[in-house]
């Protein structure tokens, strides 16, 4: 399977407790992105990542969350202290800069987050 | 900030006909439109996408049609199908990594 994989797929944790999500992009994909969708809305934007250079994230991303792409491969997405709020699914994507500035992105399958 | 007005939120065909969701963005700027169908537990599945130098684009039963003057997108699905049954979403994007997604149209198939 050469998609984007997200790892775990469903994680139920108690509130306080930190919590990593996994991410692998599609290969040779040099952009990574993350993105939170609760139930009844569309993802909403993260973060994103060429390489592995963090270059933008959304004021969503409080100061619990942190993100990093440490070879500019694989992703994790850590939340340090969950809260109930943090329950949702989390969904990585990724996408390839080339000389055509594509601008596709192809998501995972998500990882879903329930705070208990 | 940038707002994209997905409606129908939900809507329902016989099998056979066809469905038409509507998308609206606020960014004039805004120059690459992606539809993405989701099923559930599943994340989002690229069906079709249109740039702005585009008015229509298809693909088999599939297509997309793009007014920049009045800022509307919309999908259009021919000869639905029970498997064509999803959460489908718009988006927009100023040619960048940042999509803003609509709120999605639950499509049911009736057999």
């Known amino acids: 399977d050469t998609g984007v994989s997200q790892d775990p797929r469903h994680k139920i944790t108690k509130r306080g407790q930190n919590v990593t999500f996994r991410c692998d992009p599609i290969?040779?994909?040099?952009?990574l992105y993350w993105y939170r969708q609760t139930l009844g809305q569309g993802p909403e934007f993260l973060t994103y990542f060429q390489n592995e250079a963090q270059l933008e994230k959304s004021r969503l991303l409080s100061d619990r969350f942190s993100a990093e792409r440490p070879k500019g491969s694989f992703s994790t997405l850590e939340i340090q202290r969950t809260e109930q709020g943090d329950s949702a699914m989390y969904l990585c994507?990724?996408?390839?800069?080339?000389?055509?500035?594509?601008?596709?992105?192809?998501f995972g399958e998500g990882s879903w987050l329930t705070v208990v | 900030g940038e707002n994209v007005e997905q409606h129908p939120s939900t809507l329902s065909v016989q099998e056979g006909d066809s469905a038409v969701i509507k998308c609206t963005y606020s960014?004039?700027?805004?120059?690459?439109f992606p539809w993405y169908k989701q099923e559930l537990g599943k994340g989002p599945q690229l069906i079709i996408d249109?740039?702005?130098?585009?008015g229509e684009k298809k693909d088999q039963r599939i297509a997309v049609t793009l007014n920049k003057t009045a800022k509307h997108f919309s999908l259009h699905i021919t000869e639905t199908q029970p498997e064509d049954s999803a959460v489908y979403f718009c988006?927009?994007?100023?040619?960048?990594?940042?999509?803003?997604f609509g709120t999605g149209t639950r499509l049911k198939v009736l057999a």
């Open positions: 249109i740039r702005s130098n585009v």
């Open positions: 994507a990724s996408s390839f800069r080339g000389t055509h500035s594509g601008n596709t992105i192809y």
């Open positions: 960014d004039s700027a805004s120059n690459y």
């Open positions: 988006a927009a994007s100023k040619g960048t990594y940042k999509y803003i």
């Open positions: 290969s040779e994909h040099n952009r």
